[in-house]
């Protein structure tokens, strides 16, 4: 009976570690749409948990239709000693990562190296509304310091700066093309962030700042039109939010809460 029941564990260890080896890509898929509502999916994935790429889908939901979010294919490899608890985690993606991004650490808490991530605009679209009504255009890049990343309960808390660059925005609302370029800076400390939202240069004026924190936006900002801008934008504003006076200016309230 000793001798059946070793044999027993023997095959299900050696079933186990084939399925751990072998565990397909694909099977990725639904993890990461379950975490995001159905809005991000891994497509086409190829090759294994362990050394494996995809391309990264947007959908505007459960359901809906799948187009490339991010350009290229993004290429991993994840060391089986995750399963005792060390992480090592490189990602790669000669054209939408500016050099390949590295996560290491244990199941607690992770290290991720500092980089840049190219986020072209018109594939924003593909996340439903308001974005497939503006129908952005133009390049948005996020980049990163070395950032420190603790599990903390159901919830992940952060300590590092992070910058949105968003440069020559355009919408098919506007016939103004470039409307400007834009940066919104994110200082984070642990499960909290503080956002600046700032003009770099352009016809369309946004400002503001407010904080993200445990998922939800409070932000407080506004939008103008530049100096002989006004009645080119008057449609555009008028999509943003509500007007009202300042200092005898008309101006678009961007409130969050």
Known sequence: ????????????????VTILVFLPAAWLGPLVEKQTGGRLTLGDAQGT?????AFIGG????????????????????????????????????????????VRGSWSQWQVSAGELLLPAEGLAGLGAPLNTLAPSGTIKLSWNTLELARQANSVSVIGHTVLSMTDMGSRMSPIKPLGSYEMAMDWHGQQADLTLRTVRGALLLSGSGALQNG?????????????????????????????????????ALEFR
Not at 4 to 15: G, H
Not at 49 to 53: F, K, Q, T, V
Not at 220 to 242: I, P, R, V
């Open 1 to 16: 009976m000793r001798r059946a029941l070793l044999w027993l564990l023997l095959v299900v260890l050696a079933v186990a």
């Open 49 to 53: 948990l362990w050394n494996g790429s």
């Open 59 to 102: 959908a505007p939901g459960e359901g809906g239709s799948v187009t490339p979010l991010l350009p290229g294919r993004f290429a991993w490899r994840l060391s089986p000693l995750v399963l005792v608890g060390h992480v090592s985690f490189d990602l790669a993606n000669p054209q939408a990562l500016s050099h390949p991004v590295q």
């Open 216 to 252: 939800r936006l409070q932000f407080s900002g506004q939008a103008e039109a530049a100096s002989g801008y006004e009645e080119s934008l008057g449609n555009l504003l008028n999509l943003l939010g509500q007007r009202r006076m300042v200092n005898g200016k008309n101006i678009i």
